[in-house]
């Protein structure tokens, strides 16, 4: 018998989620480039969503109907599949709450977002990797794992942190091996930033089969990252499953009407895309003009590899940047101790970047 409350199995397994830092050493302007948020800021109308909203004494609407409305009126989906929640990573946990139990697996590619992880174990079950194949995930690898106990596979596409994709021709394979007891979940957080004749986050996937359901947020390109909004849509089964699991207050009034305004402003999403496109493309030639090596990003952020020699490693990098105020981010959590992630920042902070990195390469030991 304990002598004290103990947590369920698997529950200390469990490593916590590192947010991106956010602070850098003192008297220097620091430019968080550790998170994928835009530079962009929100909507101007979803500012004033939530300056004007009103009553906070009052529950809020616990089934974000016009949120869910608005959202469906945006990507041509029906309201009733869609849920709402405080960040796409709620919708991910009550997935594996809905879903896994003790004895069950869960799985998902090696490079993949660690919260999969997270919610399978405090789940109960077991987290299942599958290798990638050069950062990409391998369909072939997450079917050779897949057994009568698993119950759902989590694939980012594309993915953070490494910026890749597969093809939407290889989603529809992996969903074809899969057994129909398996909840398939497309994390398509930063679809709105791929343009690619190959790709799509799968809403017809979603539409047509019983056992795909996708993820989305309103962190990335819409800006609203401390707001807490995200959705997902899902077979009208799933949707009626995950919605006796979810807290029946998950969303908060003001989040919702920054959420409505957002997805209506197409003008600013358009602006958004417009920055990434062009930095991402500049970030990417002018660092590997360095000499470093830039994994082909498809998303707002790219993964920078370092040399292995001693003085010109991630980390010596990450001290030199974050001594300059450019907080990136280390992804030794995600398996890959040599590389930082950078996100597409402002004009400035881009600017910074490259030309903090050149006196990295350099051998500048200084900031
Ligand atoms: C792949 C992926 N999925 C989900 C999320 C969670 O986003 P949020 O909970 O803010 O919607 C993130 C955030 O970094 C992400 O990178």
Redesign the pocket.
């Known amino acids: 018998m304990s002598v004290r409350p103990e947590p369920r199995p698997g529950v200390m397994q469990i490593d916590a989620y590192v947010p991106g830092k956010s602070k850098a050493a003192g008297g220097v302007k620091v430019h968080k480039l550790s998170?994928?948020e835009t530079p962009l800021g929100p909507s101007p109308k979803a500012i004033e969503a939530v300056r004007t909203f009103d009553h906070l004494e009052l529950y809020p609407d616990g089934s974000a109907t016009k949120l869910r409305e608005a959202i469906g009126a945006k990507y041509g989906l029906d309201p009733s599949r869609i849920i709402c929640?405080?960040?796409?990573?709620?919708l991910?946990s009550l997935l594996a709450y809905t879903y896994v139990g003790p004895g069950d697996e869960g799985a998902f590619s090696e490079h993949g977002?660690l919260?999969y992880r997270i919610a399978i174990l405090a789940a109960g079950g077991t987290p299942v990797v599958a290798p990638e194949k050069d950062f990409h995930a391998d369909v072939d690898a997450i079917l050779a794992r897949v057994t009568e106990k698993t119950k759902i596979v989590f694939l980012?596409n594309p993915?953070?942190p490494t910026g890749t994709y597969i093809p939407f021709d290889e989603v529809k394979r992996l969903h074809a091996g899969l057994p129909p007891h398996v909840v398939l979940v497309l994390?398509a957080?930063?679809a709105e930033y791929v343009r690619r004749n190959d790709y799509e986050a799968g809403l017809e996937l979603v539409a047509t089969a019983e056992n795909v359901v996708m993820?989305r947020?309103?962190?990335?390109i819409y800006g609203l990252?401390n707001m807490?909004?995200?959705w997902m849509v899902a077979p009208a089964h799933i949707a009626d499953a995950v919605n006796r699991v979810r807290g029946p207050f998950n969303m908060n009034g003001p989040a919702m009407a920054a959420g409505i305004a957002a997805v209506q402003d197409e003008e600013h999403v358009a602006k958004a895309f417009a920055h990434n496109e062009q930095w991402l493309a500049w970030l990417t030639k002018e660092i590997e003009a360095l000499g470093l090596k830039v994994t082909p990003s498809v998303a707002n952020f790219m993964m920078i590899h370092f040399p292995e020699a001693a003085g010109q490693t991630a980390k010596d990098a990450d001290a030199f940047l974050s001594s300059r105020g450019l907080i990136l981010r280390r992804i030794e959590a995600y398996g890959i101790p040599n590389a930082l992630r950078l996100t597409v920042g402002s004009e400035e902070a881009n600017r910074l970047v490259v030309e903090a990195l050149r006196d990295f390469m350099k051998g500048g030991n200084h900031a």
């Open positions: 998170s994928n929640g405080a960040g796409s990573d709620e991910l977002f919260v980012t993915n953070n994390d957080a930063y993820t947020t309103f962190s990335k990252a807490r909004v995200g």
